[in-house]
C-alpha cells in the first residue's frame, strides 16, 4: 500500500498570509495525487486532482505541484473562508489511501 | 442539481448487517465509477469501496479492513449506489459518505461529488 505523509499536521496563518502544506508519498506515482478541503460537519470538497488541475469553481489562490513522491498545496492570500482541514490523497492504485489531514486555524 | 444523498445508517450491534445506499441525482449516474468513504469521529479519512461503471465491467475494489465482509453494488435503474455492511465491528463506527470519481481528464480516482454522509454507530 501506499502511506501518504503530510505536514504539518496543523499550521496557524493569518488572512493574507501565504501557505503552503506537503504531502509525501512511499512510493512514486506521477501525478495521481488529489487535494480536498473539509470543513466541520461538512463533507470534502475536491481541490485539486492530477496534482496540479484545479477544480472547476475552485478559487485560483489555491495551486498544487509536485510529482513522484512529493507534493504541495499552496494557498495564497488566506481569506476566511479557508480556515479547514486539508487532505491529500492518492489515485495511483487501491487501496486509495489519505493523508492524516493538516489543519489550518487562524492565527 | 447534481447530488448525492446517502441513507441506511444508525445504530447497531456488533456482529448485525447494515446496508446504506447513495441516491444519485442530476447526472447521468450509470456512466460514472461510484465510492464510499468513512471517518471515524474526530478522525481522518478513510477509503472503503470502489465499483466501476457498468462500461468498465461494473468491477469492484475493497479495502483490507471490510474485504469479506462489505459488498458494494449498483442499480443503474434507480442510481443509487450500495454498501452491504455484514458482520459489522465496533471500529467500523464512522461517517460514510458516498461519492462520485471525476471523469476529468487525468483525474484517476478524484472525487468530485460527495454526500453529506450517514452516520453508521456499532456498539453494544
Known amino acids: 500500500d501506499i502511506q501518504m505523509t503530510q505536514s504539518p499536521s496543523s499550521v496557524s496563518a493569518s488572512v493574507g498570509d501565504r501557505v503552503t502544506i506537503t504531502c509525501r508519498a512511499t512510493?512514486?506515482?506521477?501525478?495521481?495525487l488529489v487535494w480536498y478541503q473539509q470543513k466541520p460537519g461538512k463533507a470534502p470538497k475536491l481541490l485539486i486532482y492530477a496534482a496540479s488541475s484545479l477544480q472547476s469553481g475552485v478559487p485560483s489562490r489555491f495551486s498544487g505541484s509536485g510529482s513522484g513522491t512529493d507534493f504541495s498545496l499552496t494557498i495564497s492570500r488566506l481569506q476566511p473562508e479557508d480556515f479547514a482541514t486539508y487532505y491529500c490523497?492518492?489515485?495511483?492504485?487501491?487501496?486509495?489511501?489519505f493523508g492524516q489531514g493538516t489543519r489550518l486555524e487562524i492565527k | 442539481e447534481v447530488q448525492l444523498v446517502e441513507s441506511g445508517g444508525g445504530f447497531i450491534e456488533p456482529g448485525r448487517s447494515l446496508r446504506l445506499s447513495c441516491t444519485a441525482s442530476g447526472f447521468s449516474f450509470g456512466d460514472y465509477a461510484m465510492t464510499w468513504f468513512r471517518q471515524a469521529p474526530g478522525k481522518g479519512l478513510e477509503w472503503v469501496s470502489f465499483i466501476r461503471s457498468k462500461i468498465y465491467g461494473g468491477t469492484t475494489e475493497y479495502a483490507a479492513s471490510v474485504k469479506g465482509r462489505f459488498t458494494i453494488s449498483r442499480d443503474d435503474s434507480k442510481s443509487i449506489a450500495y454498501l452491504q455492511m455484514n458482520s459489522l465491528k465496533t471500529e467500523d463506527t464512522a461517517l460514510y459518505y458516498c461519492?462520485?470519481?471525476?471523469?476529468?481528464?487525468?483525474?484517476?480516482?478524484?472525487?468530485?461529488?460527495w454526500g453529506q454522509g450517514t452516520m453508521v454507530t456499532v456498539s453494544s
Open positions: 512510493q512514486g506515482f506521477s501525478t495521481w
Open positions: 461519492a462520485r470519481e471525476s471523469i476529468a481528464p487525468n483525474g484517476n480516482h478524484a472525487f468530485d461529488i
Open positions: 490523497q492518492q489515485g495511483k492504485s487501491f487501496p486509495l489511501t
